[in-house]
């Protein structure tokens, strides 16, 4: 009774902030204002408090400009939390645009969408990428590609490492600052979530979102940590392989170190 009051009061609220800021959102979205960088994070923030997902935050995001952050990637909930910390837009795949719920928010935040499979579409997606960078966005792109079981990083693909590169000639030094993102979710209730309970903060691909969702509001206290390492420099010259090894190096690192619950040196 108590965990259906929660979602009711829950739904309650997100409807009522949704009514207020989705408006908002869309006339800063058509007259281009900067602040649809910020009403995500309010709203996000909101959501996040809503579903009881405790966000705690290690290190320092860049401050350098272009900057583009590159994150591990378990479940919608990373979205959320990132959105909570920054103002950020995602890098998605176009399939994500038809999403019902994710494909709204999504293009709400002015979502990049992407279609790997069509070069000819590329030219256009990169110039929209490193004009949005150029412009000061931070840009977050999930360089697995996929969604993991919330216990390791995923095989990290180089070749998404090509909007980095492509953003290069649109920076005013030349250089595109690409830093390493993990978002842990580490505890339930204050307890150790645990390898066998991790999975209720994962989001598979095979998992019916509306199921999982009442899950999350149902438990009503997720802590998420999200923890910013070091940052790579992005050249022309840059080896896009040699980039993506030490970010995935980087991002495992941070992972690893919060979900065995160490501090990162």
């Known amino acids: 009774m108590i965990a ?14 949704s009514i207020v800021l989705v408006p908002l959102q869309l006339l800063a979205l058509r007259f281009d204002w900067r602040l649809r960088r910020r009403l995500p994070r309010v709203w996000h923030r909101i959501i996040c408090y809503c579903l009881g997902i405790r966000v705690r935050v290690t290190g320092q995001l860049e401050e350098r400009r272009p900057l583009m952050l590159c994150s591990n990637h378990s479940s919608w909930m990373d979205i959320m939390v990132l959105s909570a910390v920054a103002d950020v837009a995602f890098i998605a795949k176009i399939e994500v645009a038809e999403w019902p719920i ?34 000061g966005e931070i840009v977050v792109l999930f360089p697995e590609g996929t969604t993991s079981d919330g216990n390791r990083l995923l095989e990290v693909k ?28 580490t505890r339930v209730h204050g307890i150790a979530m645990g390898r066998y309970h991790r999975p209720l903060a994962a ?60 501090e990162i040196s």
């Open 158 to 185: 180089s070749s998404l490492f090509g909007a980095a590169a492509m953003a290069v000639p649109a920076s005013p030094t030349g250089t595109v600052v690409v830093q390493p993102v993990a978002v842990a979710y």
């Open 203 to 262: 989001w598979p691909g095979d998992t019916e979102l509306l199921p999982h969702l009442i899950d999350i509001v149902r438990c009503g206290a997720i802590d998420a940590e999200v923890s910013f390492g070091e940052a790579v420099e992005y050249r022309a010259d840059t080896n896009r392989k040699e980039v993506s090894a030490t970010i995935a190096s980087r991002i495992r690192n941070l992972l690893n170190s919060r979900l065995r619950g160490r």
């Open 102 to 135: 994710f494909g709204t928010l999504a293009k709400l935040q002015k979502s990049v969408f992407v279609v790997r499979e069509e070069r000819r579409k590329t030219g256009h997606q990169a110039n929209e990428i490193a004009g949005r960078m150029a412009d």
């Open 4 to 17: 259906w009051l929660r979602i009711a009061c829950a739904a309650v609220v997100i409807l009522t902030v």
